[in-house]
Structure formats: structure tokens, C-alpha cells
């Protein structure tokens, strides 16, 4: 049996010949692939120089943060020059009325032969033009492209301008048709101007009801709108007037009348197919009523402490305005309840038609806020007299507040229904502008 001697020490392995040579290549690649890198960013370096160098170029050449200061001796400090000395900085504009000094030629040369000068109609032929020079390029080109606006012809005279209508008539249709052409002149009570439309309807039935469209910002509107009324007989052609009223549109509030225009057919000869154009003065609206005043309203009140209700009764009114030239209206009244001078109610009576005396006779209850205390010191009542109409914004024919800030009878009233409660007292008020 062969018995094996243990060893005395570490166990020794020959050293691989191709562990060597793996970890010479290894540095190689390194070395290798740091070398390229730095030739990459050289040249991409390089790239960037020429890429700013030539942009400096196509800018005219100026120095880049990027160049290096270049040391320059310092400017020797010069004088100002006076405005008045011959240099190019700053160049003085002849005047029209300053007398031209003599051109100065220099010594030895031949005087240069002045172009002959041009006279405008009415100056003296003695006595040259000169053109003002711009001052700068800008100047000169804004003036040169600078149109003149077109102004509209404004009315200085009080007169609020003309309307131009057609009539003609179809005795095959039994139609009458009215063109309304355009209006001139309107008075402009805004920096562009009114935004005027013209409402037509016809006398006395007030049947038959139309209006023009919008014209916006202008005094002088053309429309060339045809409104054709059929049903008219030829000898219902006399009775029958026209009433143009002439407005301005407001978006929003109430539009603004201008004024109208009234055309009775009694006075004209309508021949079958033939236009008849006609021309008229726009008359003021609002003329009748400061002549007539606005009439009165009948209010009666009953104020309710436990219940904090205000009952209000309106009863009838008298000598109201005349809103067409029928002489005769459509009114109506409509009323807010006012809580420190905010509307939190409102309620409106019938319409009463073709009458300037109405009898309304209706109640109606307003509750009032309780908080702090239910009382009629916080509280007012606004009423509006206004003329329906079917077609545009109803118009207000008179106001009335009744309130402890009120004046004359209508704070009179309001202070004798909140010292009687659970009385009715009624007031005779004249409705106001």
C-alpha cells in the first residue's frame, strides 16, 4: 500500500501565458477609445468656433463676448460742435418764410445753372416755394400713407336731420308700399356716432307695425328696405297717416329717441305703380311733453306694521302725454319695491289702450324685509308710466318715487301712511322726466 506524503506549503499553479496578453488588448481599447473621444470634441470645438465666427461675420463684424479684448488707448476728448456749424449730424429744414440764402459755389468753378422754379395759382412769381423737409424717413413715409378720414356732416343748427322715404301703391294687390330710403344728417351724440333704425307704423289703427334694421355708428344710415302693407283699399288712402319714429339703439339700456317724422297720405297722389320719393325734417319727440307736462297718477298706500306688508292700490290717471298723432296712448305702469336702493320686487298693471286718462284699479301686495325691524325707512316704491308697443322697447312717459327721500307730496304721502298704518290714503303725484 502506497502511502502519499502530505504537502508543506500553498498550493503553486503556473501562470497562464494568455492572461497576459487579455489584459494588454483590454488597455488598448481603453486608450484607444480615450483618444478618439478627444479627437470628437476637438472637432466639434472647432466646428462651434467657425459656426460663431461666421455669424459675427453676417452681423457686421462685431466683437462676441467670446473674443478676446483687444487693448485701445483711450479717445481724445473733442469739443461739442455747435447746432449752428456745418456738420452732418444734425441737418436744419429751411423755412417757408426765411429768405433763401445765395448758393456758394467755390473759386474758379462755373456757377451751375438754377432749374426754373415752380409758381402755384395765387403766389407771386418772384417769390419761391420750398418744400418743408421730414425729419426723419418714419415721418415721411406715415404722412405719405396716412389717408384722410371721411367726416360725416355733423348738425350744429339744432336740427335733428332728414328722412327719405317712397310710397307706391298697387291697385292689382291692393298693397301700399313704403321704402325707407335713409336718413341725413342725424345728430351725433356720441364720439362715432348714434347706431339709428327707423320704426313705421300706420295711423290711426296702429295695426300694422315693422322698423328697419341696426345701421351702427353712423349720422348718415342707409337702409333701401321695402315694407308692403296689403288690405288698403284706394279710398282709404287719405285717412291713413304715416308715423316714422327715428332711434338709436342702445344694447344695454333703452333706446334713445331722435325724433319722428309724420307723413299724412290725405295731401299726396298716389298713381298705381309710380314711386313717389319725399323728403322730411325729423321733429323732436320730447317737445310735446315739456309744452303739456306728464301727467298725474292716483297712488294709494296701506302699510301693515305686523304683517310688514305694503299694499298699493293704483287707481287712475289723467292728462297723460300724447304719444302719436292720434292724440291717444297705450299706458301702463310698472313699479319696483326698492330695499336700500336695491329693486327686490317688481309688478306691473294691465295695458290700457288708446286713452291718456287710464283707470288701472288694481292692488297690489309688497312684502317687506323684516330685518332689522319691519319699518318704511329703508323702503321705497318706484313707478314707471310707460306707452306699450308692440314692435320696440316700450317708451316711459313718466316717474314717480314715493319714499321718506322723496320731495313735495310724494314724501308727504309716505310720511302719513307710515304715521296711519293699516290705513288707505291715497295721493293725486305728477309724474316726472
Not at 502506497?2 to 481603453?30: N, Q
Not at 455747435?82 to 444734425?90: C, D, I
Not at 295695426?207 to 345701421?215: A, I, L
Request: glycine content about 6%; hydrophobic content about 40%.
Amino acid at each position: 500500500m502506497k502511502i502519499l506524503a502530505p504537502h508543506d506549503g500553498p498550493d503553486i499553479a503556473p501562470v497562464d501565458s494568455a492572461g497576459g496578453w487579455h489584459s494588454a488588448t483590454f488597455w488598448v481599447l481603453v486608450v484607444g477609445s480615450a483618444g478618439a473621444a478627444v479627437i470628437v470634441l476637438a472637432a466639434l470645438a472647432c466646428w462651434v468656433a467657425r459656426r460663431r465666427n461666421s455669424l459675427a461675420h453676417k452681423l457686421g463684424g462685431k466683437r462676441g463676448p467670446d473674443k478676446a479684448l483687444v487693448f485701445q488707448p483711450p479717445r481724445r476728448a473733442t469739443a461739442v460742435r455747435s447746432p449752428g456749424s456745418a456738420t452732418h449730424y444734425l441737418r436744419k429744414s429751411p423755412s417757408p418764410t426765411a429768405p433763401q440764402p445765395a448758393p456758394t459755389t467755390p473759386a474758379g468753378s462755373p456757377p451751375h445753372p438754377q432749374p426754373p422754379q415752380q409758381v402755384s395759382g395765387g403766389s407771386s412769381p418772384h417769390t419761391p416755394t420750398t418744400e418743408v423737409a421730414p425729419l426723419s424717413k418714419e415721418l415721411a413715409d406715415a404722412t405719405a400713407t396716412e389717408k384722410p378720414k371721411p367726416t360725416e356732416p355733423d348738425t350744429t343748427d339744432g336740427r335733428l336731420g332728414d328722412l327719405h322715404f317712397k310710397l307706391r301703391y298697387e291697385n292689382e294687390k291692393s298693397a301700399l308700399v313704403v321704402s325707407v330710403v335713409s336718413c341725413q344728417g342725424l345728430p351725433g351724440r356720441e364720439p362715432a356716432g348714434p347706431d339709428p333704425y327707423v320704426k313705421l307704423q300706420l295711423l290711426p289703427d296702429k295695426q300694422h307695425k315693422v322698423k328697419t334694421r341696426v345701421v351702427r355708428k353712423t349720422r348718415c344710415p342707409v337702409y333701401d328696405e321695402d315694407f308692403t302693407f296689403y288690405g288698403i283699399a284706394p279710398h282709404q288712402l287719405a285717412a291713413i297717416t304715416l308715423h316714422f319714429v327715428v332711434l338709436s339703439f342702445d344694447r344695454y339700456s333703452r333706446d334713445e329717441i331722435i325724433g319722428e317724422v309724420v307723413a299724412p297720405l290725405s295731401a299726396l297722389q298716389l298713381h298705381s305703380g309710380e314711386p313717389t320719393a319725399l323728403c322730411r325734417e325729423i321733429q323732436p319727440r320730447s317737445l310735446k311733453m315739456r309744452t303739456a307736462g306728464r301727467g298725474e297718477l292716483l297712488v294709494s298706500l296701506c302699510w301693515q306694521p305686523a304683517a310688514a306688508r305694503l299694499t298699493v292700490v293704483l287707481l287712475k290717471a289723467r292728462n297723460l302725454p300724447k304719444m302719436d298723432v292720434t292724440g291717444l296712448a297705450d299706458p301702463y305702469v310698472k313699479m319696483y319695491l326698492l330695499y336700500n336702493g336695491q329693486r327686490i320686487a317688481k309688478k306691473k298693471t294691465h295695458v290700457k289702450k288708446r286713452t291718456l286718462n287710464p283707470v288701472f284699479n288694481e292692488s297690489f301686495v309688497f312684502d317687506v324685509p323684516a330685518a332689522p325691524a319691519a319699518a318704511l325707512d329703508h323702503v321705497a316704491l318706484e313707478l314707471l308710466v310707460l306707452d306699450w308697443d308692440r314692435v320696440t322697447k316700450n317708451e316711459v312717459i313718466g316717474r314717480l318715487e314715493l319714499g321718506a327721500e322723496g320731495a313735495g307730496s310724494a314724501r308727504h304721502h309716505w310720511r302719513e301712511v307710515q304715521n296711519a298704518p293699516r290705513r288707505q290714503i291715497a295721493d293725486w303725484h305728477k309724474l316726472r322726466e
